[in-house]
């Protein structure tokens, strides 16, 4: 007799009656929920989260990371703060040696000489996250930098523990660590990865330094961290590592706040992040779609994924021409986002055949484009936190590559990203690198409003990826009225690269149509790891009965929880 065993993967819905945070670590969570209970808003609750993530799963995003923030209050209020990274002052278009194998990699781009733009003190930008939570503090919070950061400092003195899953992550990435001697000190145990043994209490990570910069940054603010001790020490070690970055860079960071790129989607108004960030990218693929009939053509049936494909396609093709730094490059960012460039781009679309499209015209003038290859997971992290008001904070933020540039200051417990990676390294392109700009970013979180009440926010981290999750999950919630768990645990597509990547869930029929409309569909086994695709997180309200609802990947370490 046969038999077979089925192993499914599920997360219950979560439900608050007045909160909810959504994150990738339960830690993290609490922090959130516990500056909400303490009378705080969303935002004092992102930034504690902000702060207890970066302690608690410190090799996707923290103190010496990149970020977005999207603040959408109950009031009407919208916000951005840009905290993303930015080169040094002596960072050059040629800086780096470039190889045959010069293309997108991972998240950023390949084709450097020693993987030097990803790996070592010349990949590091100079870190945005504590100026970016501090503006956001100081312009929406009510909390001190005291309070806020407290969490994270007990986190960070205690230890954190290291489950199985967080085992697997630290094991698979065991190169990375032993890049650097202070990174493999802090993640490694006797020269080896942290294991949970059976009956044994789970082994835990101690950042003891970290703790004390955390505890500077409370006392002094972000002044604690870009000047003084902590800033010196940051800039000393990656100069004599053969970096670049000085005391000047950080001291000189501003974080910013920015409008955010905000368009309409069926009865919803959407919250996009602007200008280099992925929102241009998804908003130019949800209007495309705004002139289809979803609903009709059904969810995840050949002929919705085709036109979702399509309409993705045409917004990464403008993307790897046009988008950069809105300070460095004369992209028309009103004509890209504009309903009329869409019914032009969305006229180019057989319904029936799929296409390679080319980018748009009229949009900027560039000497040079992107080629759209391949592309991986990457590492980041994001969370999103509705309060009793009903104001809805959705945060993205990331070290770039898994453990960033692998290098961690000593004395600061400072692991640093690698950010200079999301650069071209080819000169002449609009995503060139030039000092003091910013790289262009995948994240792409979005936030919905339907009748002037905040009813949605979603994210993941993910690369490229990031992007068409980011898509489909606004898609699932808004046309087919998927919960927010339902829409997080939902089977993908991607097509940040050449082939559009099939989520094994979806029908072999479904799959097999796409083939046929013309798609290169490589089927893709859903796992903890490699996810796959993206990994989602998101809140969301039920603006007739106000019950806050939570949902996270069920394949990934995050967690929803409220009150």
Request: proline residues 6%; glycine residues 12%.
């Amino acid at each position: 007799m046969n038999t077979e065993t089925t192993l499914r993967i599920s997360r219950d819905l979560a439900a608050g009656g007045r909160q909810m945070v959504a994150a990738k670590h339960p830690w993290a969570v609490q922090a959130g929920n516990d500056m909400l209970d303490q009378g705080g808003n969303a935002v004092d609750a992102a930034v504690a989260t902000a702060f207890a993530i970066s302690v608690v799963e410190p090799w996707m995003s923290g103190l010496g990371g990149v970020g977005f923030m999207t603040i959408q209050r109950a009031t009407g209020e919208r916000a951005v703060i840009d905290y993303f990274g930015q080169a040094p002052a002596a960072a050059r278009p040629d800086m780096y040696e470039l190889t045959a194998e010069l293309g997108h990699s991972t998240v950023g781009f390949g084709g450097v000489k020693d993987q030097a733009n990803a790996y070592g003190p010349l990949s590091v930008a100079v870190p945005g996250m504590v100026r970016g939570m501090e503006l956001a503090l100081d312009r929406f919070g009510t909390k001190s930098m005291r309070e806020v950061t407290a969490p994270a400092i007990g986190f960070a003195a205690e230890g954190f523990e290291v489950d199985w899953y967080r085992g697997m992550l630290i094991s698979s990435q065991q190169d990375t660590i032993r890049r650097d001697p202070e990174t493999e000190r802090i993640f490694l145990q006797h020269g080896k990865p942290p294991a949970p043994l059976f009956g044994q209490p789970a082994p835990r990570i101690v950042q003891s330094d970290l703790a004390a910069t955390l505890r500077t940054i409370g006392e002094q603010g972000a002044d604690g961290f870009y000047r003084g001790e902590v800033a010196s020490r940051i800039a000393g070690h990656l100069r004599r590592l053969g970096g670049i970055m000085t005391e000047a860079d950080l001291s000189n960071y501003q974080a910013k706040v920015v409008e955010p790129l905000v368009l309409p989607y069926r009865d919803v108004e959407l919250v996009l992040l602007p200008y280099q960030a992925g929102g241009v990218t998804i908003g130019e693929a949800l209007n495309i779609l705004n002139g289809f009939d979803l609903g009709a053509t059904g969810l995840n049936t050949a002929s919705t994924l085709h036109l979702i494909a399509e309409a993705s396609r045409r917004g990464y093709a403008d993307r790897f021409a046009y988008v950069g730094d809105p300070d460095f490059v004369t992209t028309n960012w009103t004509r890209l986002a504009s309903a009329d460039y869409a019914a032009e781009r969305r006229s180019e679309i057989d319904q029936h055949r799929a296409s390679t499209p080319e980018p748009g015209s009229n949009i900027a003038r560039t000497s040079a484009s992107l080629a759209a290859v391949g592309v991986d997971e990457g590492c980041t992290t994001h969370f999103s936190v509705v309060d009793r008001e009903g104001t809805i904070v959705s945060v993205t933020q990331t070290l770039t590559l898994i453990f960033g540039s692998a290098v961690t200051v000593p004395g600061t417990g400072v692991l640093m990203n690698d950010s200079m990676n999301l650069f071209d390294p080819q000169p002449g392109t609009a995503n060139e690198i030039q000092p003091g700009k910013r790289p262009a970013s995948s994240m792409a979180h979005v936030v919905a409003v339907r009748d002037g009440v905040p009813v949605l926010g979603v994210g993941a981290p993910g690369g490229r990826r990031i992007m068409d999750t980011c898509l489909q999950m606004t898609i699932d919630v808004i046309d087919f009225g998927l919960d927010i768990q339902a829409a997080c645990a939902a089977p993908l597509i991607d097509c940040a690269g050449p082939e559009l990547l099939v989520d094994d869930r979806i029908p072999a029929a479904t799959r097999d149509r796409l083939r046929q409309m013309g798609h290169n569909v490589v089927d893709v086994e859903v796992s903890f790891s490699p996810r796959g695709f993206a990994s989602p997180t998101g809140v969301a309200v039920d603006p007739k009965t106000g019950i806050r609802y939570g949902g996270a990947d069920p394949f990934g370490a995050g967690i929803a929880a409220g009150r």
